[in-house]
């Protein structure tokens, strides 16, 4: 009997000592995580939060996934017309001017021609939000890429796709056409570029 009472107290006292090890440890652990991790949840008096989030509010303009293409893929094409830039000087605007009926228009996109009859592609992946004909502009394609982006494709003689399809970067939505709003231009493409709802110049994205 004094046997066995002896064996049982040498085991509690072996536990006791396990769970007061681990306790210790515990403890120890938690007092070098809340003392060193500057993100724990209790905010330490020592440290200046300037601010307590690393991500930005602001969402990127264009997908890092993918980057915008040129509506066409024939080397030969070339700007015709550039985009206005009111920052630009004189001489560089004059030439993004549209002279119709008397009147100069600030071209808020960029022509591109150079050859007849070219392929038109979709910059990037998007869903065909409308297709029309307009009689200063031809036949226009605009198709929306969420991230609120929008790109709009006029002046062209002939359209591949129809409202509500889904495109993909590089399919050819259409052919360069001519357009009555400037006729000096011949056959080229009209293109615009919106982002967040205003016109950018294409040329810098």
């Not at 700007?79 to 993004?96: G, L, N, R, T």
């Amino acid at each position: 009997g004094d046997k066995m009472k002896k064996r049982k107290l040498k085991k509690s006292v072996v536990y006791s000592v396990y769970a007061v090890a681990l306790f210790g440890l515990f403890g120890a652990l938690y007092l070098i995580e809340s003392s060193t991790n500057p993100f724990s949840l209790k905010e330490r008096e020592d440290i200046q939060y300037v601010n307590k989030t690393i991500f930005y509010d602001d969402i990127p303009v264009v997908s890092n996934e993918k980057t915008i293409m040129k509506p066409f893929v024939d080397s030969e094409i070339k700007i015709v017309k550039a985009f206005y830039d009111y920052q630009a000087d004189a001489s560089e605007q004059e030439k993004a001017l549209i002279f119709n009926e008397n009147t100069y228009i600030q071209s808020s996109g960029i022509s591109y021609g150079g050859k007849e009859k070219f392929e038109v592609v979709s910059i990037l992946d998007g869903t065909v939000t409308d297709v029309k004909e307009d009689s200063l502009l031809g036949k226009i394609v605009e198709i929306s890429h969420g991230n609120e982006i929008i790109s709009v494709y006029q002046s062209l003689s002939d359209v591949k796709i129809k409202k509500d399809d889904k495109v993909v970067q590089g399919q050819v939505i259409g052919v360069s056409g001519t357009s009555n709003i400037d006729k000096t231009l011949g056959d080229h493409l009209y293109f615009e570029l919106i982002i967040k709802g205003a016109n950018v110049n294409p040329e810098n994205y």
